[in-house]
């Protein structure tokens, strides 16, 4: 007879294979994160064809993130009950066919819909949902493989926005979103199929499993807290993602160079992230979360005073290393105080408030332009929610202590 070591974990978890399908996940998620970082590349040509001013041309990303955080929600719950490959394989075929269809779109309002209703909704299984599917494989390491597989959309950020300008020069941005859909089809489809298995089940309290840790919140009111949090830290965090492109334009350095800081933003925050997988596992994800609020507030300062071409690629690169950590420290904080059977919804919600955030904040950015004709005002906006978003993680990680002082 075999006998199980009492400190081991349930079969699957912390194994080979979940190696395996955190480097897959990953993979997925830096094709599907094409669906977060199109828009943001084509914006000022998409504007120039249709001839709407700045606001009008951000609703398309605006309209993106809705979708995703909508999916967020929907794919979250869904994985807690059929588990995380059919409700993905799903959004794959709907993120290929949105951009097939944005690519025919005839108004701004067409091009919309497209990337709200297929692309924002497709691109949600790899982020919140995957996250949340992945954190049920890992115990000792789970901070590294949430950070990891949320890098994934950081280096779909890398990446795609060095891929798509010489397609739009090329053949122009029709054609770019055309390619996209069928890449994304003939590739995630497959990856897709390869994470079939489900995650193993673990019972709360059972050997080799973390324990919820204490707090003096109600899950409920966790979660409330975690969603303003989540909200403010994104409205901040947008203004440079969403509208360094159009920045640099209008400033005369191109979309070129605009499109080059966003790619230094993502690989910054692909080195962020999985420096705070590390460091979460060691002080917690409230901490880790707080010391990347912080800093991304300090950097947003930094863009204000600095725009010459040379001095906004190094404070890209600071913000980048500044934010990158901040989202997945969320799906780390549900997983260290909430149970792990309501991961993927969750999970979704915050995840939910933080798209949200990003949506809001790059309409609010575009429309604060309109109104003042620069980009300042928009810096200070974002620094204003980032200040939200530090006094209310203050309130979580107050709570948290003194349940560990009661407990002692």
């Known amino acids: 007879m075999t006998t199980i070591s009492s400190n081991a974990a349930p079969p699957g978890i912390d194994s080979a294979y979940a190696w395996t399908r955190l480097a ?40 993106t993130m809705v979708g995703f955080a909508a999916g967020n929600v929907l794919v979250g719950r869904a994985i ?7 409700p993905a394989l799903a959004s794959s075929t709907a993120l290929a066919a949105g951009f097939l269809l944005a690519s025919l779109s005839g108004s701004i309002l067409q091009f919309t819909f497209a990337q709200g209703l297929l692309i924002g909704l497709g691109t949600s299984a790899i982020f919140g949902p995957l996250i949340a599917d992945i954190s049920h494989w890992f115990n000792r390491r789970r901070g590294v493989a949430v950070a990891t597989a949320a890098s994934g959309s950081y280096l779909a950020g890398t990446v795609w ?24 089809l003939a590739t995630m489809v497959p990856l897709v199929l390869m994470l079939r298995r489900r995650a193993p089940a673990v019972v709360a309290g ?30 901040a965090m947008s203004m440079p993602q969403v509208h360094i492109v159009a920045y640099c334009l209008d400033l005369g350095y191109g979309v070129a160079h605009g ?20 460091v979460a596992d060691r002080i917690g994800g409230v901490r880790t979360l707080l010391i990347g609020s912080v800093l991304q507030c300090l950097s947003l300062f930094f863009y204000i ?12 690169l ?36 933080t798209i949200f955030g990003m949506a809001i904040g790059g309409w609010m950015s575009g429309w ?36 560990v002082i009661v407990v002692a």
């Open 259 to 278: 499109a080059d800081m966003l790619s230094i933003m993502m690989a910054a925050g692909v080195v962020s992230r999985l420096a705070s997988g590390f």
């Open 161 to 184: 926005p060095a891929i798509i300008p010489p397609l739009m020069r090329a053949e122009g941005w029709r054609f770019t979103y055309l390619a996209i859909g069928i890449a994304c």
């Open 305 to 316: 005073p600095f725009d010459g071409l040379a001095s906004l690629y190094f404070v890209s």
């Open 80 to 86: 807690d009950r059929v588990g995380y490959w059919i």
């Open 24 to 63: 897959i996940s990953v993979l997925l998620a830096t094709i599907g994160g094409v669906g977060m970082w199109a828009v943001v590349v084509v914006l000022p040509a998409v504007q120039a064809e249709f001839g709407v001013d700045r606001a009008a041309a951000s609703m398309p990303y605006t309209a």
């Open 206 to 235: 059972s050997p080799g499993t973390r324990p919820v840790q204490p707090i003096a919140l109600s899950p409920a009111a966790l979660q409330m807290l975690l969603v303003i949090a989540g909200l403010g830290c994104c409205v």
């Open 368 to 403: 604060i332009y309109d109104l003042t004709g620069s980009y300042s005002a928009a810096f200070l906006n974002g620094i204003a929610w980032n200040l939200l978003n530090i006094l209310v993680m203050l309130l979580v990680f107050w709570k948290a202590r003194r349940s």
């Open 318 to 353: 600071v913000f980048g290393l500044s934010q990158g950590g901040i989202v997945p420290c969320y799906a780390i904080i549900v997983r260290e105080y909430m149970p792990a059977k309501e991961a993927g919804q969750r999970v979704g919600i915050v995840i939910m408030a």
